[in-house]
RNA sequence: GUGGGUGUAGCUCAGUUGGUUAGAGCGCCAGGUUGUGGCCCUGGAGGUCGCGGGUUCGAUUCCCGUCAUUCACCCCA
């Protein structure tokens, strides 16, 4: 495999021009939606001070812990590669007084993110994020308009047999009760979980709801539910949400194990299921984090938003075979004989492609046998062929390469024939 | 960070119970057709058998180490 003296450190990659095809075709959706619903692009830097992840995404979090890709720069200033956009957005917010725009102010990004991770199969330590935020509401409608579109990206690309999962973890005036109740509750069965458990019973109890072993699955079972802890402004938010679903028809699992890793969530939170990709099979996650401004030296300002993951759909969409694509082809392709053959030939492209007809030549001196193989690889619709004696009748030969005919054209009727 | 799999041609992989010139299919280049692709036929280019060490008369094959890669766990997009 490896020929050169280097190859690209592990867990980053190559998008490959044949895969391209597949990554227009995401953008494309991704910019139909964000028109759709009124969102508009924020670029960020790709790295920002690290204090803002460590507080804006949390300390006892895996990315914080243990994800990030943090460096000093030559000022000996801490700098972090992003691992998400959320914290940046928010950050971008503040500093940009955005706060005067009309509210909800609604903001996507595209780009790549970082986390230094073991790499496997959808997992990459850079890779790309479709981001949304809408910021300054509280109004359930407004994550019904989230989520909405992360419906909409997923039926415009083709997608079925995805599984939305919701769920809604409080807010501060409930969450500490529940806390209580859980932490309670497991440590009275400190003995029968399992390792694991018995240290995010410290560090992080909500993720002892999500723990997958088998020893642990009867404690989940019976143990308190978020849902039973909710205060009445949580409980209302999420069953207004959910109407806005029903009425929409949207299917989603209720998932009260489902508590997401950043610590900046509250109340609805929600993920994004797709098959085909391995055991990583979250195309998207997302929710409301209406305390982080706050965290972030900001006055109180809400917000909801979400992310995909770019190279996760493109997978998934490879995965689905009514879904696959082919790579693009040129329109016409030029084989030629002689010097003054490929002069005309020069000539008639620049009048093809200003026409918006896309051609190409085959270059260097090879024979005609050699030109036709080239311009069936790439697939072209036509070659046009110019010798010696196209070149004294001032036609070419044009032949339809999927049904094997071809004609004698006119210079000046080309651009009219093949744009027909 | 933990655990398993795999490293032989550009790609996918055979192979050698350790033996001298390492194979296939696909791909690539050329010819069969001195003006024509896809199919077919013929030929050609291309390999430090991941790297280092050990055992051996001899290692691509056995052993150790190392690096890379891959899948999974953790967690997430």
Same mark, same amino acid.
């Given at each position: 495999?490896?020929?050169?003296?280097?190859?690209?450190?592990?867990?980053?990659?190559?998008?490959?021009?044949?895969?391209?095809?597949?990554?227009?075709?995401?953008?494309?959706?991704?910019?139909? %939606?964000?028109?759709?619903?009124?969102?508009?692009?924020?670029?960020?830097?790709?790295? @920002?001070?690290?204090?803002?992840?460590?507080?804006?995404?949390?300390?006892?979090?895996?990315?914080?812990? *243990?994800?990030?890709? !943090?460096? *000093?720069?030559?000022?000996?200033?801490?700098? !972090?590669?992003?691992?998400?956009?959320?914290?940046?957005?928010?950050?971008?917010?503040?500093?940009? =007084?955005?706060?005067?725009?009309? *509210?909800?102010?609604?903001?996507?990004?595209?780009?790549?993110?970082? /986390?230094?991770?073991?790499?496997? #199969?959808?997992?990459?330590? &850079?890779?790309?994020?479709?981001?949304?935020? #809408?910021?300054?509401?509280?109004?359930?409608?407004?994550?019904?308009?989230?989520?909405?579109?992360?419906?909409?990206?997923?039926?415009?690309?083709?997608?079925?047999?995805?599984?939305?999962? %919701?769920?809604?973890?409080?807010?501060?005036?409930?969450?500490?009760?529940?806390?209580?109740?859980?932490?309670?509750?497991?440590?009275?069965?400190?003995?029968?979980?399992?390792?694991?458990?018995?240290? /995010?019973?410290?560090?992080?109890?909500?993720?002892?709801?999500?723990?997958?072993?088998?020893?642990?699955?009867?404690?989940?079972?019976?143990?308190?539910?978020?849902?039973?802890?909710?205060?009445?402004?949580? /409980?209302?938010?999420?069953?207004?949400?959910?109407?806005?679903?029903?009425?929409?028809?949207?299917?989603?699992?209720?998932?009260?194990?489902?508590?997401?890793?950043?610590?900046?969530?509250?109340?609805?939170?929600?993920?994004?299921?797709?098959? +085909?990709?391995?055991?990583?099979?979250?195309?998207?996650? +997302? +929710?409301?984090?209406?305390?982080?401004? @706050?965290?972030?030296?900001?006055?109180?300002?809400?917000?909801?938003?979400?992310?995909?993951? %770019?190279?996760? %759909?493109?997978?998934?969409?490879?995965? &689905?075979?009514?879904?696959?694509?082919?790579?693009? #082809?040129?329109?016409?392709?030029?084989?030629?004989?002689? #010097?003054?053959?490929?002069?005309?030939?020069?000539?008639?492209?620049?009048?093809?492609?200003?026409?918006?007809?896309?051609?190409?030549?085959?270059?260097?001196?090879?024979?005609?046998?050699?030109?036709? *193989? @080239?311009?069936?690889?790439? /697939?072209?619709?036509? !070659?046009?062929?110019?010798?010696?004696?196209?070149?004294?009748?001032?036609?070419?030969?044009?032949?339809?390469?999927?049904? =094997?005919?071809?004609?004698?054209?006119?210079? =000046?009727?080309?651009?009219?024939?093949?744009?027909?």
């Amino acid at each position: 495999m490896a020929k050169g003296l280097f190859q690209s450190p592990k867990g980053v990659r190559d998008i490959l021009p044949e895969d391209q095809v597949y990554w227009r075709r995401v953008e494309d959706a991704i910019r139909k %939606i964000v028109d759709l619903y009124g969102y508009e692009r924020l670029d960020l830097p790709v790295f @920002e001070d690290t204090g803002l992840f460590r507080r804006g995404v949390g300390e006892a979090t895996d990315i914080v812990e *243990k994800e990030m890709y !943090t460096f *000093k720069d030559k000022g000996d200033k801490s700098i !972090t590669l992003r691992p998400e956009f959320t914290a940046g957005v928010m950050r971008s917010f503040i500093q940009n =007084s955005m706060d005067q725009l009309p *509210k909800p102010t609604k903001l996507y990004n595209i780009g790549q993110v970082f /986390r230094y991770e073991r790499p496997q #199969a959808g997992r990459f330590r &850079q890779f790309y994020q479709f981001n949304v935020e #809408a910021l300054g509401e509280v109004d359930p409608a407004l994550d019904f308009e989230i989520m909405s579109m992360a419906y909409h990206l997923y039926d415009e690309l083709g997608f079925e047999n995805l599984s939305f999962q %919701i769920n809604s973890i409080g807010c501060p005036h409930c969450r500490p009760g529940f806390h209580e109740q859980l932490t309670s509750y497991y440590k009275q069965r400190f003995n029968d979980i399992c390792t694991d458990c018995q240290t /995010r019973l410290d560090k992080n109890p909500l993720r002892l709801l999500d723990c997958k072993r088998e020893q642990c699955q009867p404690i989940i079972e019976v143990a308190p539910s978020m849902a039973d802890c909710l205060c009445d402004e949580c /409980r209302d938010h999420f069953k207004t949400l959910r109407r806005y679903l029903d009425d929409a028809g949207r299917l989603y699992t209720v998932n009260h194990r489902m508590v997401r890793g950043l610590d900046y969530y509250t109340k609805t939170v929600f993920e994004v299921w797709a098959q +085909g990709i391995g055991a990583q099979n979250a195309v998207c996650g +997302g +929710g409301r984090y209406d305390g982080l401004s @706050e965290i972030l030296g900001g006055k109180p300002m809400p917000g909801i938003g979400f992310a995909a993951g %770019i190279d996760r %759909i493109v997978m998934s969409l490879q995965a &689905q075979d009514h879904l696959k694509l082919s790579r693009p #082809a040129p329109q016409a392709f030029f084989v030629t004989q002689g #010097a003054g053959a490929k002069e005309q030939a020069v000539r008639l492209i620049i009048e093809l492609r200003n026409a918006g007809i896309s051609a190409m030549l085959a270059f260097g001196d090879r024979s005609f046998k050699a030109q036709f *193989k @080239e311009a069936d690889k790439r /697939r072209t619709r036509f !070659t046009i062929v110019i010798g010696e004696g196209e070149l004294e009748g001032q036609y070419v030969t044009v032949k339809n390469m999927s049904e =094997s005919s071809q004609e004698n054209v006119p210079w =000046s009727e080309l651009v009219e024939y093949i744009g027909k």
